[in-house]
């Protein structure tokens, strides 16, 4: 059974930082496409930032690029997402998602995948 499982979430001051983490299991890690999706109250879901272990492709979304970093450690299935400098808009359920046919940019603009984890909620104040 494929299973996501984020952590990491929480609240903090506009400015400062978060780290999330999604630990993967029930599949071959390296072979899919895995990242965070995010989603405020009356807004649709958007990529917020992917990787593909099996191209090194590797998507951002515009609004996040240099105050966000997606990584991971493969021998630990685990994806992370660094976030620096966070502003009250990126307040948001944050969800891990997988998906073993699309790279990262497919992913993160399609923002449709195979399988979902149960979100963490990232709340920034002002």
């Known amino acids: 059974e494929v299973q996501l499982v984020e952590s990491g979430g929480g609240l903090v001051q506009a400015g400062g930082s978060l780290r999330l983490s999604c630990v993967a299991s029930?599949?071959?890690?390296?072979?899919?496409?895995i990242g965070w999706f995010r989603q405020a109250p009356g807004k649709e879901r958007e990529g917020v930032a992917c990787?593909?272990?099996?191209?090194?492709?590797?998507y951002y979304t515009d609004s996040v690029k240099g105050r966000f970093t997606i990584s991971s450690d493969n021998a630990k299935n685990t994806v992370y997402l660094q976030m620096n400098s966070l502003k009250p808009e990126d307040t948001a359920v944050y969800y891990c998602?997988?998906?073993?046919?699309?790279?990262?940019?497919?992913?993160?603009?399609?923002?449709?995948?195979?399988?979902w984890g149960q979100g963490t909620q990232v709340t920034v104040s002002s």
């Open positions: 990787l593909s272990n099996s191209d090194g492709s590797t």
């Open positions: 998602a997988a998906d073993p046919d699309l790279d990262a940019p497919a992913l993160g603009v399609g923002a449709v995948a195979d399988h």
């Open positions: 029930g599949f071959t890690f390296d072979d899919y496409a």
